[in-house]
């Protein structure tokens, strides 16, 4: 092969990776502007602390800002559907499970499509969530709980957080025939407040918020829903330990992409969630918190997301489901 054949083979050879070269250019160099990361947790509720942690974890590994943008409200759309509205590539998505899992189920139509425009990332832990009572309530169990329900019919109301905790227990009272009216707020964490206060008998809602109150006295922790005791109340039974395993799920926070977000860049993302989850500052703080690390690959979290949500929707078929009124 003559030196002007072979000069001509390896330019022939080279222009491939010419051609590709400014889309992995363009690709290596985001973000390239700060970029929102829009959350659906309320101030000071477990979702909001954990954005924040993934979002100083984000800004200090890649560069560039990425301000908390929280939109709590109505269970998550709010947060979603200023979500999907963004510029691809200018946000990102912070939420709990019951986002994708729950709302589905309780909405005829959502300004969003849970499989096509949110591209699941990463999940950041297992948040443990609790049923909790107003410390002066005269039940210690969550069986003595719903004991004194179906005694005094339509005098206890209860809350919750959005997902699968407010499905199951709805479908729970509905399932025993108990008159228990549930109080909605748009920020979710008043119902801790209220239930504190004496003012709504019970509460579900994450741990984490509730632990301090249950320290001062103020509120009675009955159970917690994951399969595990929460290594913060380690002397709190499980729903399932308490007699009610129609009533045991896990939550866990997550971040998500938008839609057609590059396969490469979501797997970056979700090795740059495994290590900020996993910085001992970070673990300490999880330890703080009452969570527990839930390191996963992209296709585990999205197979993490659909059990839960076949879980949910075969409850939802019997006995129905609803959003808060």
């Known amino acids: 092969m003559t030196e002007r054949r072979q000069a001509g083979r390896r330019a022939t050879l080279a222009l491939p990776a010419l051609l590709l070269a400014p889309g992995a250019r363009a690709q290596a160099a985001w973000p390239d502007q700060p970029i929102r990361l829009i959350s659906t947790g309320s101030p000071g509720s477990s979702t909001d602390v954990l954005a924040r942690l993934v979002a100083e974890g984000l800004a200090a590994r890649l560069g560039q800002p990425f301000p908390v943008d929280a939109r709590p409200g109505a269970d998550g759309l709010i947060g979603a559907q200023a979500f999907v509205q963004a510029t691809p590539g200018t946000a990102l998505f912070f939420t709990n499970a019951g986002t994708i899992t729950t709302l589905p189920l309780m909405h005829d139509r959502l300004p969003y499509d849970t499989t096509a425009d949110l591209a699941p990332i990463a999940p950041t832990c297992t948040d443990f969530l609790a049923y909790a009572v107003h410390s002066a309530f005269p039940a210690r169990t969550l069986a003595e709980m719903f004991e004194r ?177």
Request: proline fraction near 11%; charged fraction near 20%; charge should be positive.
């Open 149 to 325: 329900v179906r005694a005094e019919p339509g005098k206890h109301s209860w809350s919750s957080a959005p997902g699968g905790t407010y499905l199951l227990t709805l479908a729970w009272l509905k399932q025993q025939g108990l008159d228990m009216p549930f109080i909605s707020y748009r920020v979710t964490t008043q119902g801790v407040t209220d239930t504190a206060a004496g003012r709504v008998a019970m509460t579900v809602q994450p741990l984490t918020p509730l632990v301090p109150l249950a320290q001062d006295n103020k509120l009675r922790i009955l159970a917690v829903t994951p399969g595990q005791r929460a290594p913060r109340a380690p002397e709190v039974p499980t729903a399932r330990e308490a007699g009610f395993p129609m009533l045991e799920v896990e939550g866990f926070p997550g971040m998500f992409g938008w839609k057609g977000m590059p396969p490469a860049l979501l797997a970056r993302l979700n090795a740059d969630v495994q290590q900020i989850i996993a910085a001992p500052q970070v673990v300490e703080r999880f330890r703080g918190l009452g969570l527990v690390p839930r390191p996963s690959t992209p296709a585990q979290f999205a197979a993490d997301l659909r059990a839960l949500h076949e879980k949910l929707a075969a409850v939802a078929r019997v006995y129905g489901a609803r959003p808060p009124e």
